[in-house]
């Protein structure tokens, strides 16, 4: 069974930074793409970029340069997504997806919350 | 960016009733996918390349359509079908994803 398992809500304040991870699970971690992706509360889904985990090749939507860095770990199947100088703004439920054969997310992890907030 | 308009953005549905929703792309794109979304719960991949069933979809669920104009169709409305649908393409970068369609039970 493939899953994608995210790390646990986080609450941080305003100019802080934060790491959401993305363990994978149930198939070749270097084989798909993982996507990462923003939901703001009551919000439709932005997507944020994504990852090669067979190379570290990565590509952002120019909304999210300078904002969100993605990277991975090969040895522990897992992905991760830094985000800097955190704005409310930035207060969202944050997804990974693992890519499918079409650009689709074919599979979602069940989210992670960020809250910034003084 | 290509904008996805999705309508109606709420809509109720009677259990037997037929469901159709629309997705506008701004420009053309060779395919859209859709997923479902609960409240609470992360999205779902529904179809995908337009008409695509994705694992476990059941077959009164559909997806049609080309270059700006795109369907997803549930030919006979049941309670479980109750949730949010979300188009998107990638065609042209970045992915972008409609605003939604909520669909409610009657």
């Known amino acids: 069974e493939i899953q994608l398992q995210q790390s646990g809500p986080e609450l941080v304040k305003p100019g802080a930074s934060v790491k959401v991870s993305c363990k994978a699970s149930g198939y070749s971690f270097t084989d798909y793409n993982m996507y990462w992706v923003k939901q703001s509360h009551g919000k439709s889904l932005e997507w944020i970029g994504y990852?090669?985990?067979?190379?570290?090749?990565?590509s952002y939507n120019q909304k999210f340069k300078g904002k969100a860095t993605l990277t991975v770990d090969k040895s522990s199947s897992t992905a991760f997504m830094h985000l800097n100088s955190l704005t409310s703004e930035d207060s969202a439920v944050y997804y990974c997806a693992r890519g499918g054969n079409s650009g689709e997310g074919a599979y979602w992890g069940q989210g992670t919350l960020v809250t910034v907030s003084a | 960016q290509i904008v996805l308009t999705q309508s109606p953005a709420i809509m109720s549905a009677s259990p037997g009733e037929k469901v159709t929703m629309t997705c506008s792309a701004s420009s053309s794109v060779s395919y859209m996918h859709w997923y479902q979304q609960k409240s609470g719960t992360s999205p779902k991949r529904w179809i995908y390349?337009?008409?695509k069933l994705a694992s476990g979809v059941p077959a009164r669920f559909s997806g049609s359509g080309s270059g700006t104009s795109y369907s997803l169709t549930i030919s006979s409305m049941e309670a479980e079908d109750a949730a949010t649908y979300y188009c998107?393409?990638?065609?042209?970068?970045?992915?972008?994803f409609g605003a939604g369609t909520k669909l409610e039970l009657k």
């Open positions: 390349d337009t008409s």
């Open positions: 998107q393409q990638w065609s042209s970068n970045p992915p972008t």
């Open positions: 990852i090669d985990p067979y190379n570290g090749g990565t």
